[in-house]
Nanobody, 120 residues
Framework: QVQLVESGGGLVQSGGSLKLSCEAS????????LGWYRQAPGKERELVAT???????NYGDSVKGRFLISRDNAKNTVYLQKNSLNPEDTGVYYC??????????????WGQGTRVTVSS
């Protein structure tokens, strides 16, 4: 199994920046992609950004041009640099790992989430 631990959330002023981190452990050799999703109060979980092992990146439309995803493969860690934050970016951010599965060809793992609150 893959374990994912997020960090870096907190309270930030509108227009500010945060950098989130997610460290993967366990059977990381099965990981195909790492990324981030978020869930705002009263909304469904939505894509923020993902990056495959080959470096293919997919951003959600709401964060394009403001957020940047990166990976440090040596540390099994994925980062999310969040710039130009606004109150609509408030929510719980979840790390996601897409991995080779056993029962199914692919399986998604999730971290516990880190809360981000953008004020003003």
């Amino acid at each position: 199994q893959v374990q994912l631990v997020e960090s870096g959330g907190g309270l930030v002023q509108s227009g500010g920046s945060l950098k989130l981190s997610c460290e993967a452990s366990g059977t990381t050799f099965n990981i195909l992609a790492l990324g981030w999703y978020r869930q705002a109060p009263g909304k469904e979980r939505e894509l923020v950004a993902t990056m495959t092992n080959d470096g293919v990146i997919n951003y959600g439309d709401s964060v394009k041009g403001r957020f940047l995803i990166s990976r440090d493969n040596a540390k099994n860690t994925v980062y999310l640099q969040k710039n130009s934050l606004n109150p609509e970016d408030t929510g719980v951010y979840y790390c996601n790992a897409e991995a080779r599965g056993v029962v199914v060809p692919r399986y998604d793992y999730w971290g516990q989430g880190t809360r981000v609150t953008v004020s003003s």
